[in-house]
């Protein structure tokens, strides 16, 4: 049996997350996040992005359930949810990877 039609709600849904990934930066920032805790001053270090971008787009992630804050003296250290953004990056790389293979294999004849 196939699987119902989600909603037109739930699809909203779907879609303001997808967009939500669609941001260069804020893919950035989650895998700069990857790596272990980090705060806004050390994103600005190696993004080279402004303390307001930063703060904005990490507002949106943090939204998303994509990161957690925690506050420690007057730094707020950010942490990539490590399971659902690995599983995300796990899904896109197997289809990337799926579609480079198949691509290569219609050139090859």
Do not use: W
Request: one cysteine or more.
């Amino acid at each position: 049996m196939a699987d119902a039609m989600p909603s037109p709600q739930l699809l909203e849904e779907y879609s303001q997350f997808f967009r939500l990934l669609s941001e260069p930066a804020r893919l950035q920032l989650l895998c700069q996040l990857k790596q272990g805790p980090m705060d806004v001053a050390s994103l600005i270090d190696v993004t080279g992005f402004s303390q307001s971008h930063i703060s904005r787009q990490l507002g949106q992630l943090q939204r998303a359930g994509l990161v957690t804050c925690e506050r420690d003296g007057v730094r707020m250290i950010y942490t990539a949810n490590s399971d659902l953004v690995d599983d995300l990056c796990a899904l896109v790389q197997t289809r990337l990877r799926q579609r480079l293979e198949a691509q290569l294999q219609q050139l090859a004849g």
